[in-house]
């Protein structure tokens, strides 16, 4: 795949194709790891890494449970879960 190198202000950038974000797994707003190697550039995805305090903070703790979690005692073992 060739792409081209632009101006957008004071930096070059290479805009990258939606199938190549894809093949990455990446997508905008996501942190990629870029390195290089004498004969080329290589870009890697990086994954997020999250804090448990990070998450719960993202919870509203007054929500109600959902409607399907009164039957959660119900439901009985499908697998190899033990209580």
Known sequence: MKLKVEVWGDNAVVKLPESLLQ???????????VTTDGNGIKLRRIKPKFKLADLIALCDLNALPPTGMKDWDKIPPLGKEFI
């Not at 093949?23 to 790891?33: A, N, P």
């Open 23 to 33: 093949q990455l797994g990446v997508g905008i707003g996501d942190t990629i790891e």
